[in-house]
């Protein structure tokens, strides 16, 4: 049976993530001709992610979809094609071939693939190590960490440290492993690591720092570098994030370490094929470098872009593209405190702490030739405001530090 649709899609999207979400609602709602196919691997209703590590792990919402979209009109006009995961990309003929068996043709493709789990090595055979991506593996993770006595959680990047709040906010006996001396302190500096291990240990999260996993058993055992042991009832993952490529081989797109590189308009140097969110290597408008960022709200604009733009560009196209220029950013929340960080995300020269009354506190971040790269709060959300508005307009770390003679620094 030839299931292949006989006219091609006006636009067709992979990945019902925030990003592959606001690309098709965009496409829509800027007039881009039909029909438009979203297309899917994971099999549940689109939902937010962020969540997941903060009030479903920590037991206060349940496991279940929060809609990403709050109009959800568009949905009336995107045909959702959900459990169905793309296995090849023809660019040369415009279409995509599904893992039913479907080769599904374009006009125009947003690839909206995310990110996946990196897999934690030396896992030996029988044990199960989980890990936090979707809503299923939320799910598995509740259902285990429900009867668990004693988790331990490998990585401090921020998904580590705020599901390790979470489980140990559950009062499970949860201990953090990880290779840094303090959670993130090669990302955001060894006084903002300081900061978080107090935050951690506050909940009850026993710390391990400076160790690496050598090794998980099939009774939950943790083998560490150090000769130590830990047992455990439940053991999560949260090493890092990769990319899915193996759909692109042959497609032509340019990738840079399993990310597609993109210009300021989210274009591939196809003029039908638009990326967008966690998967895109995109050239920002205002830094002038391409950037990497795995964020929430930057996926969202991404994608909103990225629809925009399939919707009035490419072949035949008129006007201007829409471009990537707002400053990247995500705000997260480790048991009770919240940090918000916006910064290009690739590296700093030298920070400054600006300490505010009541453990409130902003972090400045800035390259070799003092410019702003980056800011970080807690309970100032005053300097998280003025820290986007000094890094769209690429101004120096003394400026930030002028307007804010109250704090002393360090
Ligand atoms: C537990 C958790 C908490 C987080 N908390 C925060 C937070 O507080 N703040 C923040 O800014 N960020 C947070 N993030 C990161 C944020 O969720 C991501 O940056 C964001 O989801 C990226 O969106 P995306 O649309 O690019 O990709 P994703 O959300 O990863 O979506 C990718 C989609 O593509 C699909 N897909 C992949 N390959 C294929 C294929 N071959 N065929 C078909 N479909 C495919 C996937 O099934 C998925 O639907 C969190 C992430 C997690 C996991």
């Known amino acids: 049976m030839d299931s292949t649709p006989t006219q091609p899609f006006g636009l067709l999207v992979i990945g019902s993530g925030p990003a592959g979400v606001h690309a098709a609602a965009a496409y829509v709602e800027a007039g881009g001709p039909g029909p438009v196919c979203l297309v899917s691997a994971d099999p549940d209703e689109p939902y937010q992610r962020p969540p997941l590590s903060k009030a479903v792990l920590g037991g206060k ?12 009109s568009a949905w009336a006009r995107i045909d959702l094609r959900l459990g169905t995961r793309v296995e090849a990309l023809d660019t040369d003929r415009r279409r995509v071939r599904t893992d039913d ?8 493709l947003i690839l909206a693939t995310g990110s996946e789990p990196t897999a934690l090595p030396g896992v030996d055979p029988g044990a199960q190590v989980f890990t936090l991506r979707t809503l299923e593996h939320a799910r ?42 303090a959670p993130q302190a090669a990302r955001l500096g060894d006084w903002v690591g300081a900061r978080i291990a107090e935050w951690l240990a506050a909940v009850g999260v026993e710390m391990r720092p400076g160790v690496q996993v050598e090794g998980v058993e099939p009774r939950g055992t943790v083998r560490l570098d150090d000769g130590s042991f830990i047992e455990s009832d439940l053991v999560l993952a949260a090493v890092g994030v990769t990319q899915s490529r193996a759909f692109l081989v042959g497609s032509g797109l340019l990738s840079d ?3 597609l590189v993109v210009d300021e308009a989210l274009r591939t140097r196809d003029p039908r094929v638009w990326v967008a969110g966690d ?13 990497t960022v795995e964020h929430w709200g930057d996926a969202i604009t991404m994608g909103q872009l990225a629809g925009g733009n399939a919707a009035t560009q490419g072949p035949g196209g008129t006007g201007e593209p829409g471009r990537w220029s707002s400053p990247p950013g995500f705000w997260s929340e480790i048991g009770e405190h919240t940090v918000k960080y916006s910064a290009w995300g690739d590296g ?12 409130a506190f902003t972090v400045w971040y800035a390259d070799a ?30 400026e930030a530090l002028d307007a804010a003679p109250t704090g ?3």
Do not use: N, W
Not at 61 to 72: G, N, R
Not at 145 to 161: H, K, Y
Not at 279 to 291: E, F, M, P, Q, T
Not at 348 to 359: A, C, L, Q, T, Y
């Open 61 to 72: 919402e349940p496991a279940e979809v929060t809609p990403i979209l709050e109009d959800d």
């Open 140 to 181: 598995r993770l509740v259902d285990v960490v429900e009867d668990a006595r004693s988790v331990v959680v490998v990585g401090s990047g921020f998904i580590g440290c705020e599901a390790a709040a979470s489980i140990a906010g559950r009062g499970v006996r949860t201990t953090l492993v990880s290779p840094e001396p």
């Open 408 to 410: 002393g620094s360090s």
């Open 101 to 108: 068996g479907q080769e599904l043709p374009y006009d125009r």
């Open 348 to 359: 700093f020269d030298e920070m400054r702490v600006v300490e505010h009354s009541k453990g």
């Open 369 to 398: 030739v003092g410019e702003v790269v980056g800011v970080l709060t807690h309970e100032s959300d005053e300097d998280y405001e003025r820290g986007g508005e000094l890094l769209a307009r690429r101004a120096s770390l003394s």
């Open 257 to 259: 370490h399993g990310r």
């Open 279 to 291: 998967v895109a290597r995109a050239h920002h408008a205002v830094v002038g470098r391409a950037l």
